[in-house]
Every structure is written in structure tokens, then in C-alpha cells.
């Protein structure tokens, strides 16, 4: 059983930043790791991902904003979001044993989500 668990989420004003860490019990070789959000009446999307060979993939609206990274010897995700908008206003879930970088039906393992809310 692998377990994540997401810290990190907040309130923030626009144009603001946050960093959301994901600590996640055990690795799986050979497999993507990844961001995802979820906004109320919306579906999950993909947010980025790091993909078995250490390369990374992003969604069109996090590229520029968004830098995703792991600390291995701490087992943490992190995403690092700047210049945050209303939009980007969602829960937050990071995910493991995945398939493919953003499709959220690819992914086997996720957490119980952070909030984040940009609002002025």
C-alpha cells in the first residue's frame, strides 16, 4: 500500500505563490508521479508530472507558473506555483504509480488533496 499525503494549500491573493508538498510513503520504479486539481463542477486535470527517466511534463496553463521537483531522500513531492489566479483555485491531489504524465485515470495511487484558493 503506498500512502500520500498532501501539506501546503492555502488562501492566497492574486499573483501570489505557494509551494504544496506531497510526502509519499514509498517509490515505485518505473513509474509518473504527478500533480492534480480539481475544481468545484469540473473535472480532474492533470497538473504535471515526473516521469520515470526524471524528465517533466506540464499542463498549457501551469508551463511558466508551475515548477514541479522530489526530494527522493525525504520521499516529498513538491509543486511550486507562482503568479497564482482565481483560476487556479481547486483541491489540490498529488498521485503515484501512474501510467501516463496527466491522464488522472492513469494513476493507482492518490491522496486526500490540499486546498488552495486564490482570491482577492
Known amino acids: 500500500q503506498v500512502q500520500l499525503v498532501e501539506s501546503g494549500g492555502g488562501s492566497v491573493q492574486p499573483g501570489g505563490s505557494l509551494r504544496l508538498s506531497c510526502v509519499i510513503s514509498?517509490?515505485?520504479?518505473?513509474?509518473?508521479i504527478g500533480w492534480f486539481r480539481q475544481a468545484p463542477a469540473k473535472e480532474r486535470e492533470g497538473v504535471a508530472c515526473?516521469?520515470?527517466?526524471?524528465?517533466?511534463g506540464y499542463s498549457n496553463s501551469a508551463t511558466g507558473r508551475f515548477t514541479i521537483s522530489q526530494d527522493k531522500s525525504k520521499n516529498t513531492l513538491y509543486l511550486q506555483m507562482n503568479n497564482l489566479n482565481v483560476e487556479d483555485t481547486a483541491m489540490y491531489y498529488c498521485?503515484?504509480?501512474?501510467?501516463?504524465?496527466?491522464?488522472?485515470?492513469?494513476?493507482?495511487?492518490w491522496g486526500q488533496g490540499t486546498q488552495v484558493t486564490v482570491s482577492s
Open positions: 498521485a503515484a504509480g501512474g501510467t501516463s504524465c496527466l491522464g488522472s485515470g492513469d494513476y493507482v495511487h
Open positions: 514509498r517509490s515505485i520504479y518505473g513509474t509518473y
Open positions: 515526473i516521469k520515470p527517466r526524471g524528465n517533466t
